[in-house]
């Protein structure tokens, strides 16, 4: 059967991973492109034409922190290249689908300025462009989800559309230049510098060679670091180099956190919305987690493993009534709305139950992580179907047929995210790297006798959550432990050789146990922001990154500009 012109471009999104870099899944490319691929040459396969653009600073991953280092760049005068794999910049606001994780001080202090100028833009926009009751237009707190993980659950194309207010004085300055759809794929260095990366147009073939004097990782996994040869490290370090207390015995390169294929699904009462039988369905109904502590049970269950205390817990589940589990991540709140605007409420899952632990994205063969992805969407539907028909309900029965996917609020045909969330990265091997026994709770207590984090005297920002680190595909069980309020530390931003290439997600320099306290939202953003300010002060100094930290004068001037920004550099006492 013949797809339509608005299938076909539908399909050219639904992505897979392979090695790092998004595939589409279903995607072929057009019969005279194939053709010019496979005609034969002289030095066997012909290229299609590529492409150079120049800029001051290539930032490479369009997710939270490139969004917010593109930001902070074109804000110092700086022209910048922003690229993305989707269709979507965000990452794990929109693409992932992911409300933001936050500390509980975030409506007053706790984040820049900028991402706080964020939040209240997406407040704004639901305002301005959303029939709102005039209960909720009156609070100016308005949670449009009244979701209970974050205090401003929202849709992730809202998300979406206030970052690209954000960018448009700067893309309409031609400050930035934004393009979605392009991979890296190889990358060129001279010594301990990066000349050059290139991308491809995931829809056309075509390949992009961008040169700046500077470049930016942004990418969900690291992906710049193997291809410019940059020095990094994954997984669980050994306990005999970080001096953590929850860090392995030995070294486990392969332990990653669990990613997670997200979906938004909306109740409507009385209404049937049973999907198909998904192919794998009867593999994940069955299936328990082979974890260490154990896991409380079969994972399709409302019971799991409490993280804190790896206790069996049941949330609960009530769409109809919106509690438990539906309440966690609830991005719709239709109370919040006119009546008719929403049939029903809208929880995003992404949940303990469909937390993928049985395979790693990183640094394995293509077809592996293909594989990977590809249980990890059978996992979701897999538990949407059994949320749908087999979940048992508080009044004795089972299932709850109302549920139903919502593939317009993520922007993809399957109604699975866009992209999957990633928790844990590829990770540089720093100048400075941050150890639980600078941030953890118990650890500063014990080993510094101290209530308040280590203090850095070249802090780039704050952030603060507990050190959350989901079941890995390795077979650890939660690790949930406290963590301290925290500084960003400049020598976590700048790689041990490299001179130009800076890190703005997850991969700057945390351990595999610190990693789950800098992961989130808002320091994610903080690193971004701090890193693009880095690229634009260096560029007006002449100078490189590492002679910021090192040069008492030079980080006096850059902390000067952080705060002149609106970049806390520590926490209020």
Known sequence: ???????QRQSRRSFIKRAGLLVPATFALPAAVQAQRSASAPSGVRKLPTKELRADLAIIGGGVGGCAAALAAARGGLNVILTEETDWIGGQLTSQAVPPDENRFIETHGATRSYQ???????GYYARNFPLTAEARANPLLNPGNGSVSKLCHE??????????????FVTARRVQILLLHRPTAASTRGDRVEAVTLRNIETGHDVVLHAPQFVDA?????LLPLTGTEYVT??????????????????????????CCFAAEYVDGEDHVIDRPRDYDFWRDHVPPLTPPWSGKLLSLFYSQPKTLK??????????GTGLFKYRQIVERRNFS????????TLVNWPQNDYMLGNLIDVPDEEAARHIDRAKQLSLSLLHWLQTECPRPDGGSGWKGLRLRPDLVGTEDGLAKYPYIRESRRIKAEFTVTERHVGSEARQTIANSTTAETFADSVGIGYYSIDLHPSCSGDNYIDIGALPFQIPLGALIPRRMENLLPAGKNIGTTHITNGCYRLHPVEWNIGESVGALASFCAARKCVPRAVRRDAGLLADFHASLTAQGVPLAWRT
């Open 219 to 223: 990418t969900e996994l690291g992906d």
């Open 235 to 260: 997984g669980a370090e050994a306990q005999r180099d970080t001096g953590e207390p929850h860090a392995k015995s030995e070294a486990q390169p392969g332990n990653v956190q669990s990613f997670t």
């Open 156 to 169: 992730p194309r809202v998300a979406l559309a206030v970052l690209h207010e954000m960018l448009a004085p």
């Open 1 to 7: 059967m013949k797809m339509s012109p608005l299938a």
């Open 312 to 321: 069996p817990f049941n949330m609960g589940f009530d769409p109809a009534k």
């Open 339 to 346: 009546p008719g605007t929403y049939a029903g409420n809208t």
């Open 117 to 123: 100028a964020f939040r209240q833009g997406v407040r």
